[in-house]
DNA sequence: TTGTCATATGACAGTAGTGTCATATGCAAA
DNA sequence: TTTGCATATGACACTACTGTCATATGACAA
């Protein structure tokens, strides 16, 4: 947590130094970017920085924090309506989320993204006790997200019964993470919003099939509503 | 490529260099490893280590073409049979193989992992480059090696017709990605070596499921063989 | 023996960064 | 006006690194 100084700060020279430091982690990455760069970009003193900031990792959290009350913007209103989803609809409409959120506020978005990687044990240890934080602090889990969907979608035999909730969840994740990526991908290569949908469609179609194999018109009759 | 003079070293030397380069690799990753380290724990001069290579890249890319040397030893069998197989069988193989790979040659395994994270520009630009140049030394080219089994797989009708083969190619290689770390994941966490099988399997079943889902028997009939 | 060439070596200059500290500033209370 | 406190400041000492260069070594060829 940064020092009580900082957030004493006028708002706009604190805004000034988020900036500078965004900027920074966007394009050098945690690992690669220097506290002198920062301060440098934001014009305050060395000194003072560390008058705010006990040193990178400080910094880096209070960086993440806004970040991450950024992305709530795009993401709450999906999770507040998770009951109303299955779970494919869900993750529809986190990653249409998450894209929206890139494409607003790329710089943010840019730091979110070079997370994923640099996978020094500092920044795994960091990031395992970040998230924690956070989730408590926006009142959800990683998994209470998903949790309530795929009950949801389990309970109306959406999906097939052999897979179990755990199952689903770990599965979960790591596919979001690739559909994002992907979308994301297309986004950049063909320079057009809705480039990346069929990729979207396509995935969920294959997970909505794939997970209700048991449940196809044919192999179990009567099974349609 | 590193000077003529480092391979004019002898084997036990050179092994020596590689072994202290590949451990500063694993442990620090590329962009936090250094020179320095290097030379120290392989005890050579610093002057003779810019004998052998022109800088850090260099000596990284030398240990990137020993690494897929080490790691073709795993792959390339299934790479060889890759026309038996269905693209379901083939991914599975491949995963297997590339767990296999990180179970004997740890080291070697993590520094590959290392690379997906650091995504600095440099380290991308570097990437492409080595990428190409390490499937061209080895007669494959990533799509090569999915691309038979998939147009097998489609002309088997084992895929739905409504997925392109460039649609197909742009998952499979996200997929594979998603199932080995998720295998690691349960590897590291229940330290039995088949603990991950299932999620192969499920993941696998998923995926035939999901992409077949108009061949599915009782959808149209007369298609089972 | 002497010359030449490849290689070895480590001191060195230079760069980029970190965290600290003595001192300065400015405001508000006594 | 004086005192005290929070904050500001930038010089400084320190560390970790990189790439170069003048010089040393050793083997082989003339």
New binding site residues.
């Given amino acids: 947590m940064p020092?009580?100084?900082f957030f004493?700060?006028p708002e706009e020279?604190r805004q000034t130094i988020m900036r500078a430091a965004m900027e920074e982690f966007a394009s050098a990455g945690y690992d690669l970017?220097?506290?002198?760069?920062i301060?440098k970009a934001s014009d305050?003193?060395?000194?003072?920085?560390?008058?705010?900031f006990?040193?990178?990792a400080d910094l880096f959290g209070e960086v993440m924090v806004e970040i991450t009350r950024r992305k709530m913007v795009y993401i709450r209103p999906v999770i507040d309506r998770d009951a109303e989803y299955g779970l494919f609809e869900l993750m529809k409409e986190l990653v249409k989320a998450g894209v929206e959120f890139g494409m607003c506020d790329p710089i943010a978005f840019q730091v979110a993204k070079g997370l994923s990687s640099s996978k020094t044990l500092d920044m795994v240890a960091f990031l395992n006790e970040y998230k924690k934080e956070i989730y408590q602090r926006n009142h959800i889990t990683e998994e209470s997200i998903y949790l309530a969907a795929i009950q949801n979608s389990l309970g109306r035999g959406e999906i097939d019964s052999r897979f179990s909730v755990e199952t689903i969840l770990a599965y979960t994740g790591k596919i979001m993470e690739s559909m994002g990526e992907l979308y994301w991908h297309h986004l950049a290569e063909y320079h057009d919003v809705h480039a990346g949908d069929h990729i979207l469609d396509d995935m969920i179609h294959i997970l909505r099939y794939g997970l209700s194999s048991n449940n196809l018109p044919g192999k179990e009759a009567g099974n349609h509503d």
Wanted: glycine share 4%.
């Fill in positions: 020092k009580q100084t004493n700060l020279k970017s220097s506290i002198q760069k301060i305050i003193p060395r000194g003072s920085f560390y008058q705010y006990e040193n990178k």
